[in-house]
């Protein structure tokens, strides 16, 4: 597990600038993915919450969003490099560098957590500890919402960030929406939404956005 982490870090500090200038705001989300980031917002706040963990948080582009929207972020990445940006883009965000599977978080400290296309370099057996993980660090009826590119078996991100310079290998796993539905429940958590949609533009793969509270 150790050297495909150290593979997934090392990828993504060395695309951190180009990502950074690329995709400064919510540039590849639609209207209808950010609908489904609202629709979070709203039901942290209706919970009676308003702290929440933004796992895999990169360039902090999506805590940025979060926060505008009322919300108090905290943010987690693999990547000194993603957060070097981050933290050069977004000096008010709380930053700390840390693994999805084990978050430097204390237990029961948020209300919600957003896997904003995070989990989707996890293999089968790490998914499940990332749950778990989020399981211990929400308050109990906090929301939990994935985003990921739908289908199956792995794809290689490498080969694209190759054509744009970077030399990185980077793979990521592709799930269904009932593969994820499936490993939330058994980690405890009930749905409450899910959006699936097919590919629009430039994208590859259909997208998948699902919402679930910690039962």
Known sequence: MESRRDEVRAAYDAIAEDYAATFPSTEPEL??????LDHF?????AGGGAHV????????RIARYLVDRGLSVVGVDLSPGMLAMARRDHPDLELHEGSLTELPLADVSVDGVVFWYSLIHLTGDELPVALAEAVRVLRPGGHVLLAFQKGEGTYDVGAGLRERGHDVSLVRWHRGPKQVLDAL???GFVKEARLVREPV???RHGQAFVLARLG
């Open 185 to 187: 429940a058994d980690a």
């Open 31 to 36: 209207p209808v993915d950010l609908a489904m």
């Open 201 to 203: 533009g430039r994208e």
């Open 41 to 45: 917002v709203g039901r942290v706040v």
């Open 53 to 60: 963990l933004d796992a895999g948080c990169g360039t902090g």
